[in-house]
């Protein structure tokens, strides 16, 4: 069965909860929904993922993470800041 739509396509088209499963892995209701609201594209789960994972040399030295991939790495962040804030380890 073909595939339709290039790959630059796909990576613009808006993320549905399935994209966004399948590449941040399973996340609270409350977290997806927050995520999904950013209406972000494939991309930027992606580029978030990528950002999350440690690989920060995909992006070139002291580039910064911007507009929605930067919201979810902050959604998705925001626990474990919070956390260190209080002192918990």
């Not at 972000?40 to 920060?56: F, M, N, R, Y």
């Amino acid at each position: 069965m073909a595939q339709s739509g290039t790959s630059a396509e796909k990576h613009s088209a808006l993320a549905t909860h399935d994209d966004v499963r399948d590449v941040l892995g399973n996340l609270d209701d409350g977290k997806m929904v927050a995520i999904l609201a950013l209406k972000p594209t494939i991309g930027d789960v992606e580029e978030a993922s990528v950002w999350l994972s440690g690989d920060l040399d995909v992006f070139g030295p002291g580039r910064p993470l911007k507009g929605v991939s930067s919201q979810i790495v902050a959604l998705l962040t925001a626990d474990e800041e919070e956390e260190e804030a209080r002192g918990v380890p």
